[in-house]
């Protein structure tokens, strides 16, 4: 890596992204600090897969692409992210590795991101002008938390939780089944 140019020998986001096309793990970078993802659990990935299949199936033939965990997020100027799940229904950018205006975030919560999910990601995307819901799912019950923008700009919280409950997506418009998200599990 080049010499850092940030104050403290932090690397700046240029640097972050030229590091990381050659790592073997994926980072975080956050305000110059460099975080590595740790490796998911069969149950973590179960899930993103079953979120990321219904979202798939449910954009087709219509603006909208799903990402799943290898596409970067830039949240901020300083802030980027690999979110689980990503949805972009906007004009694609010229960057291929990188999404700048999502509408949809779903992170798949475990023990030790969830404090992450809830606080530093959830004000981060909240940011986002072209984010309109951001979704926590739980991998130890059924339970997904419902982040979403109101039609007058402000955030509202719900919950789906149990057995036959949905969880309404706005895009792709679809209602994302709490049986499908944790099917096989």
């Not at 740790?38 to 179960?46: L, Y």
Request: charged letters at 25%.
């Amino acid at each position: 890596m080049s010499q850092p140019s940030q104050p403290h020998g932090l690397p700046t986001v240029e640097e972050y992204l030229r590091m990381e096309e050659t790592a073997t793990v994926r980072h975080e970078y956050v305000g110059g600090m460099v975080h590595a993802m740790v490796g998911a659990t069969k149950r973590h990935n179960r899930i993103v897969g079953n979120v990321y299949a219904h979202l798939l199936t449910a954009s087709r033939g219509g603006p909208c692409r799903v990402y799943v965990e290898t596409v970067k997020l830039r949240a901020a100027e300083d802030t980027i992210y690999y979110p689980d799940v990503m949805v972009a229904c906007g004009p694609e950018g010229d960057d291929p590795l990188v999404e700048h205006e999502p509408c949809l975030v779903v992170e798949v919560a475990s023990s030790s991101t969830e404090s992450i999910d809830r606080r530093e990601k959830m004000l981060a995307y909240r940011k986002i002008p072209t984010l309109r819901a951001y979704l926590i799912v739980a991998q130890d019950e059924r339970r997904v938390e419902r982040h979403w923008r109101g039609e007058s700009g402000e955030w509202r919280q719900g919950e789906a939780v149990g057995e036959g409950g949905f969880v309404p997506v706005p895009c792709p418009e679809t209602k994302l089944p709490l049986a499908e998200i944790y099917e096989g599990l």
